[in-house]
């Protein structure tokens, strides 16, 4: 059984950082591209982040791009987003999801897209204060 466990969330001042984790357990998580996605309270989901299965490349949504770092660690299984200069409006169910397709590059038009993800987790919950 596949699953995607997202962690790390919570509560932080604005200006102060978080690190989201995304484990995976039930498939070969080094063969999928992983994408952060956002969700903030009466809004649509959002693309936030993007990598590629081997970790060689990355693709940020414009919001987020200077702010936010994503990374993976194959061997363990896990894609990180370092979150660092939070704002307010990145208050969010932040959520990862795993796509089979293998693209060697990162291609935003592509990861941005839900429809192409196989695999989504729960979420976990960012909240920013002012």
């Known amino acids: 059984q596949v699953q995607l466990v997202e962690s790390g969330g919570g509560l932080v001042q604005a200006g102060g950082s978080l690190r989201l984790s995304c484990a995976a357990s039930g498939l070969t998580f080094s063969s999928y591209g992983t994408g952060w996605f956002r969700q903030a309270p009466g809004k649509e989901r959002e693309f936030v982040a993007a990598?590629?299965?081997?970790?060689?490349?990355?693709t940020y949504a414009d919001s987020v791009k200077g702010r936010f770092t994503v990374s993976r660690d194959n061997a363990k299984n896990t894609v990180y987003l370092q979150m660092n200069s939070l704002k307010p409006e990145d208050t969010a169910v932040y959520y990862c999801?795993?796509?089979?397709?293998?693209?060697?590059?990162?291609?935003?038009?592509?990861?941005?897209?839900?429809?192409?993800?196989?695999?989504w987790g729960q979420g976990t919950q960012v909240t920013v204060s002012s």
């Open positions: 990598i590629t299965w081997s970790g060689g490349r990355t």
């Open positions: 999801a795993a796509d089979h397709s293998r693209l060697p590059y990162a291609s935003s038009t592509y990861y941005s897209r839900e429809s192409e993800y196989d695999y």
